[in-house]
């Protein structure tokens, strides 16, 4: 009898799960709530003169802005992806992954190697005037610093979010309702039309709404070239009127915006999960292509490819060399230390609070654990500028209430306990990323059949030994992926560093922003480089993904 | 023999929908049970019941002795000292054939545990793929690794859920009958869950056939067969078909195609209607016979054909016959009835009837 297990005790450990997991999903939403509920706080002056003078401006820019960039991804994403997927070509396997490496740049990184190479002392403009001998304002150039330019800058970084799903997409549908097509007598070309891309478009869609949501989310790119959107709007109201209410309500404006979209996405995705009628894709059948129509596609793919990675990393390779020995020095090292402290601990504590959150779901898998699983998943749509309003609100609330009690009380004033240090930055990179982790640990436990536990416990394994013994070792490879993308997604944040860093405290990401912000391109190219050459980590996870994929086949 | 395990008046329920109900047997130490049924009849959340996964509505489920699951109270699974081989096998990928069989026996000293290992290799004829990993070896393969992990710390009590539903057909029998060999040499108890008779025959000492969440029968498969408990179970064991006809005096029934055959189920007065199961073997094929029918349709078989006829009445029967005896369709043939066991029930509409040959394990 000493062995029993009674219901009750069953049950509180159920509760304790329950309540573990609603009120951790409910600090991380914390900030999305606060923000949202300055929707039903009375408008301030401010925000009535906000609507009279900039408001519009805001709207238009951004909606025009959503525009070009799905122009351009679409331009770029889905037309690669077929090429790469489903048509052979030389050089097409390298293709499949280098498409991928633009994702390793930061929009505002591009944006300013842009403008350095363009500018009128830039290296094209100075060969364009050697060449033809003309003089300043004899000429017409187009202007890169422009809502347009930004619309481009950001295409060219983002259209691999459009390239990866898309070409998921093709793969999938390949072997089956493909060759049903050819056989009833539809040529290649027109099988595209008509069939593979109606079938994908539902991955399309995804793939571009995450390209949109980065797009409402960027701050560097737009504020560099001078383009006011929501995300400058909020800064400017912060910092130059400030007034948090405003900024707030701007915040939950943005995020009605970014709600269209995850709906928009989600929406999507599940349609392309039915639309994946075949479960098993055999080796496909390549469309050969000619000898013009080959070269047509590597000067297409090589175009994405060269635009987006190896023009501007090039160029600040060679910005990097130029200033290498008067700019790496101690205070370089302080940045990567920085850096790689503030990724590491966040990507630490998101995992641990991924694994956290995913293995009780798998435990209990009651619908309030499941809905406080995705209530902390939240965040990975909403832009870091609302994020860092969002944090910055209650916990200087918190911080003041204190201080004022502790100096009331006590006669000593505290000051800011929380709101001032790195807690709250970790907090909001927490609130940001903690998705990307959780998306991947959950998938990797999902992979995991529920019989692996079942054996474990009937061979006298305790569910915590089950996870140790078990889940970890068969995790590994999830688990560092979880790490590493979080790792290096926090390397690349601006908007929420530069708002909630402490007082003198720098980044990677926030020293590139600023030497390029004050004209330095050159001082900013080596801080730039050492982002992107990490952001080139979970590229080539991708990429072995899609190599080992296609091996299983 | 001791009995090992109790099932007592057991139901399980998902969400308050009863899954099975009122399940009674026992199994004594060394025997080898069978739950038999059509997909979704319930046998696998009985297993699960008994293995701790799922808590009970009523009942109570005792084990060498102790209770381990009552309503409200649920030994986990870890404290219960069983062990299971699933659909899938679940062997774990990240350790070898040896570490997946010792991963039960972490309880135990090296020494022990290094000698029983050695024991399961040898049994299970795994010695050469001790070092492999499981993705490395054949469904059979990894099979044996499953049932060797399950057996490694010696449970109580050895649970198989349709161990062999992902193998070939022409395997599976001859699997069953090895595993049987297995755990009769480690005098293992055991119970398996399988929707495929022949499985349960190779394998079972006693088969439980499971029928809408009810126990229908407990019994030997020689008893299932000859002696079906009603007609569920008589549909699901074997081939046959159910004609009707009517009890008349001396306790006989004369069968609508116009036979007369005895006994009648008891209690069932002159005039009530009965249902009759007639095996393909029942009929012989007979070229003198008086009784002809046409044939409907027919299988080949190689050693013999399966016609089915149809009588006068239009009722269908089947019949086995040696396959020289080669007759198209729509040919009368000559058959007679050899019943060797008569099974029948009696109609719904003869109320007052109970039903007969219940062999029913309380018995």
Same mark, same amino acid.
């Given at each position: 009898m000493e062995d029993f297990t009674k219901k009750s005790e069953e049950s509180s450990s159920s509760n304790w799960w329950n309540w573990a997991t609603a009120s951790l999903a409910g600090l991380l939403s914390l900030p999305i709530l606060v923000v949202l509920g300055y929707l039903f706080t009375p408008a301030g002056e401010i925000w009535s003169h906000l609507v009279e003078t900039v408001l519009a401006d805001y709207v238009s820019n951004s909606l025009l802005l959503m525009f070009g960039v799905a122009i351009g991804s679409l331009l770029l994403g889905v037309g690669t992806a077929w090429l790469a997927s489903m048509c052979s070509f030389p050089g097409r396997g390298i293709f499949e992954w280098m498409l991928?490496? &633009?994702?390793?740049?930061p929009a505002y990184i591009i944006a300013y190697t842009y403008t350095g190479m363009l500018d009128f002392s830039g290296p094209v403009q100075s060969t364009i005037r050697d060449i033809t001998g003309w003089g300043y304002g004899e000429y017409w150039f187009p202007e890169i610093r422009s809502l347009w330019g930004a619309a481009l800058m950001l295409s060219l970084v983002l259209y691999p979010y459009v390239y990866l799903l898309t070409r998921a997409a093709f793969l999938n549908q390949s072997l089956c309702v493909l060759d049903v097509s050819r056989t009833l007598g539809n040529g290649p070309w027109r099988t595209f039309f008509t069939v593979a891309l109606p079938l994908a478009r539902p991955s399309i869609v995804a793939g571009l709404s995450l390209a949109l949501m980065e797009t409402l989310a960027d701050y560097g790119t737009v504020q560099y070239f001078g383009v006011s959107t929501f995300t400058t709007g909020i800064f400017r109201t912060w910092y *130059?009127?400030?007034n948090a209410a405003a900024a707030a309500q701007l915040s939950a404006m943005l995020l009605l915006f970014v709600f269209t979209l995850i709906l928009l996405e989600r929406n999507s995705r599940k349609k392309s999960r039915y639309h994946n009628t075949s479960q098993r894709h055999q080796s496909i059948s390549r469309i050969p292509l000619k000898g013009w129509q080959s070269v047509g596609a590597i000067t297409y793919c090589g175009a994405a490819v060269l635009f987006g990675f190896l023009l501007p990393a090039s160029q600040l390779g060679i910005w990097a060399t130029t200033v290498s020995e008067e700019s790496i020095d101690g205070a370089f090292i302080d940045l990567i230390s920085n850096s790689l402290l503030l990724g590491g601990v966040s990507a630490l504590l998101a995992l641990l609070l991924a694994l956290f959150l995913s293995y009780g779901q798998r435990l209990h898998n009651k619908p309030i654990v499941k809905f406080s699983v995705r209530l902390s998943g939240? *965040?990975?749509?909403?832009?870091g500028t609302v994020i860092a309003v969002g944090v910055i609100i209650p916990f200087a609330w918190l911080d003041n209430s204190f201080d004022s009690w502790m100096r009331a009380q006590f006669d000593v004033s505290t000051g800011l306990i929380l709101s001032g240090t790195l807690f709250v930055l970790i907090f909001a990179y927490l609130v940001r990323f903690l998705a990307v982790s959780l998306q991947t640990v959950e998938a990797g436990l999902g992979r995991i059949k529920p019989s692996m536990d079942e054996a474990a416990r009937s061979l006298g394994y305790k569910p915590n030994e089950v996870l140790r013994f078990v889940h970890l070792p068969m995790l590994k490879g999830s688990l560092l992926t979880a790490f590493l993308l979080v790792f290096v997604d926090v390397l690349k944040e601006l908007p929420a560093t530069l708002i909630?860093? &402490?007082?003198?405290f720098n980044t990677l990401a926030v020293r590139a922003y600023e030497l390029a912000a004050d004209e330095r391109l050159a001082d900013a190219a080596p801080a730039s480089l050492a982002i992107v050459a990490t952001g080139i980590l979970p590229v080539i996870l991708l990429s072995y993904s899609i190599t080992k994929s296609r091996k299983t086949k | 023999m001791p009995i090992q395990l109790d099932v007592k008046n057991v139901s399980v329920a998902y969400d308050g929908v009863a899954?099975?109900?009122?399940i009674n047997f026992t199994l004594d130490v060394g025997q080898i049970g069978c739950l038999l049924g +059509? @997909?979704? #009849?319930?046998k696998t959340s009985l297993l699960r019941a008994i293995a701790g996964f799922e808590p009970l509505a009523s009942g109570e489920i005792h084990l060498h002795g102790k209770q381990v699951s009552s309503v409200g109270a649920t030994t986990p699974p870890e404290k219960r000292r069983i062990g299971m081989v699933f659909q899938d096998f679940a062997? $774990? +990928?990240? =350790?070898?054939v040896s570490e997946n069989i010792s $991963?039960?026996? /972490?309880?135990?000293d090296k020494k022990q545990t290094a000698s029983r290992v050695e024991e399961l290799l040898d049994l299970m004829e795994l010695r050469a793929f001790r070092?492999?990993?499981?993705?490395? =070896?054949s469904g059979g393969q990894q099979q044996r690794v499953a049932l060797a992990r399950a057996m490694g710390p010696k449970p109580e009590i050895l649970l198989l859920d349709e +161990? $062999? @539903? @992902?193998?070939d057909a022409e395997l599976r029998e001859h699997l069953a009958r090895d595993i049987r060999l297995v755990l009769k040499k480690d005098g293992v108890t055991a119970i398996l869950v399988t929707h495929d008779q022949f499985e349960a025959f190779a394998m079972a000492d006693e088969i439980g056939v499971v029928g809408e969440g009810q126990l229908r029968q407990w019994n030997n498969a020689y008893e299932l067969y000859h /002696?079906?408990?009603d007609t569920m179970v008589s549909a699901f064991i074997g081939m046959g078909v159910m004609v009707s006809g009517q009890v008349i005096e001396n306790g006989q029934i004369a069968l609508s195609m116009g036979e007369i055959v005895k006994p009648? +189920?008891?209690? #069932? %007065?002159?005039g009530c209607m009965v249902s009759v199961l007639l095996r393909p073997d029942d009929l012989i094929h007979d070229d003198d016979s008086q009784l002809t029918f046409k044939i409907e349709d027919r299988a080949f078989r190689g050693a013999e054909f399966l016609y089915t006829l149809k009588t006068p009445d239009g009722e269908k029967v089947l019949c086995m016959v040696q396959s020289h005896h080669n007759h198209q369709i729509g040919e009368k043939i000559g058959v007679r009835l050899d019943v060797q066991h008569l099974t029948s029930f009696p109609m719904s509409? #003869?109320? %007052?009837c109970q039903l007969t040959n219940c062999q029913s394990h309380q018995s």
């Open positions: 991928l490496l &633009p994702l390793a740049i *130059g009127l400030d939240m *965040g990975y749509a909403v832009p909630l860093r &402490p007082f003198n | 899954v099975v109900t009122g +059509p @997909s979704g #009849c319930g062997l $774990f +990928p990240h =350790l070898s $991963f039960g026996m /972490r309880l135990m070092h492999q990993h499981p993705h490395e =070896l +161990p $062999f @539903s @992902s193998m /002696r079906p408990a009648a +189920p008891e209690n #069932c %007065e002159v509409d #003869c109320s %007052e």
